[in-house]
T-cell receptor, first 109, second 114 residues
Framework: KQEVTQIPAALSVPEGENLVLNCSFTDSAIYNLQWFRQDPGKGLTSLLLIQSSQREQTSGRLNASLDKSSGRSTLYIAASQPGDSATYLC????????FGRGTSLIVHP | DAGITQSPRYKITETGRQVTLMCHQTWSHSYMFWYRQDLGHGLRLIYYSAAADITDKGEVPDGYVVSRSKTENFPLTLESATRSQTSVYFCAVGQGSSYNSPLHFGNGTRLTVT
């Protein structure tokens, strides 16, 4: 059974900091890994998708990397802003898509 | 997002009642998924479907029934609702024909069982 862990569970930082969110998984036989953002009381918004053959993907201030052999992905957020405050979830697609419990991020002005 | 419509957005029901949550996609993508989200557990897969008339259990299927007679619709039925099924339910669609496709989520249904 795939287990997905996200560290840290919560993070509070001042505006402007560069951030690294971590996602680890136990079974390296994956199809892809997808990062989402969830605002309180809302649905999930897709940020980045990395296929198993890829090493990283970038979108604006976001960069996600994947090391399948070690079972790790990181989401790098550059120059954080208060609008980045949300919960960030990773989903690992192996036999079934499995989610981590998320990192709750607060960026204060 | 107009691509996936979940209804109702909010539902309050009593223990023992049957409840059906609807999920409709405006595309005709193959894969559809039902998740529940609870504090302390995160998102857990209930059922998924690879195509019309093909469904399979996820991590927490007990107490739920699904059907998929049409590609666009994937209803989730709670046959006899229990308080432990109070949760936020999300429908997701794989945006493409392969299992590799990215997931896209609906806005969710908040269900309260009294």
């Amino acid at each position: 059974k795939q287990e997905v862990t996200q560290i840290p569970a919560a993070l509070s930082v001042p505006e402007g900091e560069n951030l690294v969110l971590n996602c680890s998984f136990t079974d390296s036989a994956i199809y892809n890994l997808q990062w989402f953002r969830q605002d309180p009381g809302k649905g999930l918004t897709s940020l980045l998708l990395i296929q198993s053959s890829q090493r990283e993907q970038t979108s604006g201030r976001l960069n996600a990397s994947l090391d399948k052999s070690s079972g790790r992905s990181t989401l790098y957020i550059a120059a954080s802003q208060p609008g980045d405050s949300a919960t960030y979830l990773c989903a690992v697609k192996s036999y079934i898509p499995t989610f981590g419990r998320g990192t709750s991020l607060i960026v204060h002005p | 997002d107009a691509g996936i419509t979940q209804s109702p957005r909010y539902k309050i029901t009593e223990t023992g009642r049957q409840v059906t949550l609807m999920c409709h996609q405006t595309w005709s993508h193959s894969y559809m998924f039902w998740y529940r989200q609870d504090l302390g557990h995160g998102l857990r897969l209930i059922y998924y479907s690879a195509a019309a008339d093909i469904t399979d259990k996820g991590e927490v299927p007990d107490g739920y029934v699904v059907s998929r007679s049409k590609t666009e619709n994937f209803p989730l039925t709670l046959e006899s609702a229990t308080r432990s099924q109070t949760s936020v339910y999300f429908c997701a669609v794989g945006q493409g024909s392969s299992y590799n496709s990215p997931l896209h989520f609906g806005n969710g249904t908040r269900l309260t069982v009294t």
